[in-house]
């Protein structure tokens, strides 16, 4: 068995499981944010007034956190009561780890995940949020869900899952300079396309996934979901266990997958080839190299969201942005308030602050075209967030490109896309 | 079941445009139904009936976990969409939340089946008529495991063997 297929084995409490299984799987941790949450809220009224269930305990709040993170700062009156309501619940059941903004750390659920490790490896975990992918750079099966099945978990402490089928990326060699890992899985949903990963798992390994910093194994992961994938994973390793002793997590029990280990698909990659390459608007497979659209003119650069906006991103942007200008709206929001405070101690907020740049509190914000920086009709954005749908930053006739952090910091300092390379 | 058809001749219907963004602060059914489909269909909502059903291409409904994709279109009266192929969370939304049927059709009943066509649905024989055209095509079958939570009426009501 794959490491996927050891894990749900492991949490439906069966000797083994191929791809198309049905396990009903134990969960370890759940997460919630204020868009979940009040979702889940609702599901909970539901099935008290029909009766089906007790809503009155949960199954195990010690293993549930919640976020505050796509309307925060509250954006509006109705965001303002949704964050009443998450606050009222967690006091109702009991839950302690519950990141509110304005009281330390808080951020994006998904960068809370590995930032505060609260998800190890070995674990099975499930979120209300579809990038939940993102945390099986942890060596966890990471999967989001629906605010039903969230509902679910939190009253049962287990759930349903199809074993999925595996796809296997292996990057050889390292990632060349100015590429990122953002560069690689966009050009890895341009192969596959936006359903090539639909309902299987995505693993990341390979000589170039081993040199890669836990940081950018997350980002990987995260934008499996623009595959349709049903989890990304990376299997553990002494780097990642050194990122987990780091942020005080040290008591787990890792699983790897079998040497026999089986793949629906194998995928390789030499990292000397990939270069910088953007997601042209309307989808995250429309994907171009960077060179061949450079000098299209921008209106915004926008850092943020759990896919570009750690501290490595950061550290990326600051890269280029240090002596220079920006030329067009550039906002950076760090992920969670630990990365804006390192961002702080380390100078980067200076280097961003005297590139011109908007710092803003972490928020998903305009990624999602909640809020803080929307986009207008016609505007014209470069952004290291995850999805460009039509309307998913804002106006249905805004046009967003996905790039890495550092096109987009490139990109800022031209006012056009830009390679950094050609800067 | 039996209603008329909205067809949406395109793949990737994403969540984004189900039920945009800045919608995801409400939680009033009736309110999030008001917004169905605005991204790409913005008069969606006066001109939907109950009982009707979208046909659209693959990959309905990639994008985001929110819930508020199947509770706007079943809260606007729709009780199927039938799709070439469906993205995974909006799929299980569907059926663990009761909302509406995800419907695996191939490329002919996806290309035959026009906007208003009057169709005829029945899930046990895993066939779809098409009263307008006198058309007969076929369903994919619900895997074992999505028969029983629709037939339980949702994933809290339905009881593992």
């Not at chain 1, 961002?343 to 803080?372: R, S, Y």
């Not at chain 2, 729709?78 to 799929?91: D, G, H, N, P, Q």
Request: one cysteine or more; hydrophobic letters at 40%.
């Amino acid at each position: 068995m794959n490491i996927t297929e050891k894990l749900l084995a492991k949490a439906g409490g069966k000797p083994s499981v191929a791809p198309g299984d049905i396990v009903f799987a134990n969960v370890d941790k759940v997460m919630i944010h204020d868009v979940s949450g009040p979702g889940v809220i609702k599901v909970f009224d539901k099935l008290k007034k029909e009766g089906i269930i007790s809503v009155e305990k949960l199954w195990d709040p010690s293993k549930v956190w919640v976020a505050e993170d796509h309307f925060v700062p509250s954006a509006e009156k109705i965001s303002a009561e949704n964050i009443m309501k998450l606050s009222k619940f967690t006091k109702q059941y009991g839950i302690e780890k519950h990141f509110k903004y304005g009281m330390g750390q808080y951020g994006i659920c998904h960068t809370l995940s590995h930032e505060e490790a609260l998800v190890l490896p070995g674990e099975i975990y499930v979120g209300g949020d579809s990038h939940t992918n993102t945390t099986g750079a942890l060596g966890a099966f990471a999967c989001g869900l629906g605010h039903t099945d969230v509902a679910y978990v939190l009253l049962n402490g287990k759930i349903w899952f199809k074993v999925p089928e595996t796809l296997y990326f292996k990057l050889n060699g390292k990632l060349p300079e100015n590429v990122m890992a953002k560069d690689f899985i966009l050009k890895i949903i341009g192969d596959v396309g936006n359903d090539g990963a639909a309902y299987a798992a995505m693993q990341f390994g390979g000589s170039g996934v081993s040199e890669m910093s836990v940081e950018s194994r997350l980002t990987l992961c995260n934008m499996t979901t623009e595959a349709g994938a049903k989890n990304g994973i990376v299997e553990p390793d002494q780097k990642l266990f050194d990122y987990l002793a780091a942020r005080g997590a040290g008591n787990y029990t890792p699983v790897y997958g079998d040497k026999d280990a089986q793949y629906e698909k194998v995928y390789e990659y030499e990292a000397s080839e990939l270069e910088p390459l953007v997601a042209k608007p309307y989808s995250p497979e429309n994907i171009a190299v960077v060179r061949d659209v450079s000098g299209i003119e921008l209106d915004k650069s926008y850092i943020g969201s759990c896919t570009g906006a750690k501290y490595e991103d950061l550290e990326a942007v600051a890269k280029i942005l240090k002596g220079r200008k920006v030329k067009i709206r550039t906002e950076i929001l760090p992920a969670a308030i630990s990365i804006y405070k390192r961002a702080m101690e380390n100078g980067l907020l200076k280097i961003f602050l005297d590139a011109g740049v908007t710092v803003g509190p972490p928020t998903c914000g305009a990624c999602c075209g909640a809020h803080m920086g929307v986009l207008a009709k016609d505007e014209i954005c470069i952004s290291t967030t995850n999805r460009n749908f039509p309307g998913r930053m804002g106006h249905v006739e805004s046009q967003t490109y996905l790039s890495s952090p550092l096109v987009a910091a490139a990109s800022a300092v031209t006012g056009k896309i830009t390679d950094p390379r050609d800067l | 079941m039996a209603g008329k058809v909205i067809k949406y001749e395109r793949d990737n219907i994403d969540t984004d445009v189900i039920l945009p963004g800045t919608y995801l602060k409400l939680h009033d059914y009736d309110e999030i139904a008001k917004h169905a489909t605005e991204g790409i269909d913005p008069n969606f909502h006066a001109r939907v009936k109950k009982g009707d059903f979208i046909v659209a291409g693959k990959n309905f409904g990639c994008g985001s976990s929110r819930e508020h994709a199947p509770i706007a279109l079943s809260h606007c009266g729709i009780t199927a969409v039938l799709a070439l192929s469906f993205a995974r969370i909006f799929y299980r939304n569907a059926v663990d939340g009761a909302f509406l049927l995800p419907i695996e059709i191939d490329e002919t009943a996806y290309k035959k089946i026009s906007e208003n066509d009057q169709l005829e649905i029945n899930t046990q024989k895993n066939e779809i008529k098409n009263l307008t055209k006198n058309e007969v095509y076929s369903m994919k079958p619900f895997s074992d495991i999505i028969s029983k939570i629709i037939a339980a009426g949702g994933l809290f009501k339905y009881k593992p063997d």
